[in-house]
């Protein structure tokens, strides 16, 4: 999960509490089909594609892929994020146009009728506010970036802690998958999302991202959802 070469500046834990743009109707030429071939050719099969029935600002389709024997988790990959560029700071180095990723065990429950249920639904409702979210509120959303479930951060679901994300590569894909060049002006990077505990998200923001990731590497953590794994920010662990 590490970011090589890596100029994008250590980001401040990123909150949403004002300045969201008003409801507008989405722009559907987007590149979809392009996404598409892209998950089947470097992750598999698409076995099945959630759709919006109301979109604002982008229309957000999520694309399953089941688990295999060679790849025994579900992957799910957004696409029409990347419809619209983000705003990047001018001193910023970082991809205009993002999709993002989960990686969950191959437990978890991913149909219609469980995503009722929020402790399934909650990466799937995740992917799709951040997906929204750099548009929304005129910003960007890089490797790196950390972003809690609420002000205070509040946990996903009934049955974990973790309560905020942190978006870095995949440890789970191709090389290849990482990026996608649509055209010489438009290249897609493609991103995953890593559940945090409270306590991880405020060891990144005050000690760095590297510090982070090393105890993830120490601890075999890596981008997998896993609800209840070890909070690497405890003390028991000999952070603080």
């Known amino acids: 999960m590490s970011k090589e070469n890596n100029v994008i500046p250590e980001a401040k834990i990123l909150r949403y509490e ?7 109707a989405p722009n559907h030429d987007g590149c979809t089909e392009d996404i598409s ?5 470097y992750i598999g099969e698409i076995n099945m594609v959630f759709h919006e029935m109301i979109s604002d600002t982008v229309h957000i389709d999520i ?8 790849r025994p988790f579900h ?20 991809a205009c146009y993002i999709e993002l990723m989960v990686t969950l065990p191959e437990y978890w429950k991913v149909d219609e009728e469980s995503f009722k249920d929020e402790k399934w639904y909650w990466p ?16 960007w959303l890089a490797w790196g970036h950390t972003i809690p479930n609420g002000d205070p ?11 905020g ?9 191709q090389e290849e998958f990482d990026c996608l060049e649509i055209n010489k002006n438009k290249t897609i990077e493609f991103l995953s999302i890593i ?7 405020d060891l990144k923001l005050n000690k760095g991202t590297d510090l982070l990731l090393d105890k993830f590497d120490s601890h075999g953590i890596n981008d997998i959802v896993v609800i209840d794994r070890d909070n690497v920010a405890k003390k028991r662990f000999g952070i603080f």
């Open 37 to 41: 071939n892209h998950i089947e050719k």
């Open 18 to 24: 004002d300045g969201e743009k008003e409801w507008k």
């Open 124 to 139: 799937i409702r995740q992917l799709k506010f951040l997906a929204r979210f750099p548009h929304k509120f005129d910003t």
């Open 153 to 163: 951060a509040e946990p996903f679901a009934d049955n974990t802690k973790l309560s």
């Open 195 to 201: 559940p945090l505990y409270n306590e991880e998200m």
């Open 63 to 70: 694309h399953h892929v089941k688990p295999t024997t060679k």
């Open 75 to 94: 992957t799910l990959v957004t696409s029409g994020m990347s419809d619209i560029k983000m705003n990047i700071p001018e001193n910023v180095e970082s």
């Open 165 to 173: 994300l942190i978006i870095l590569s995949s440890a789970h894909v």
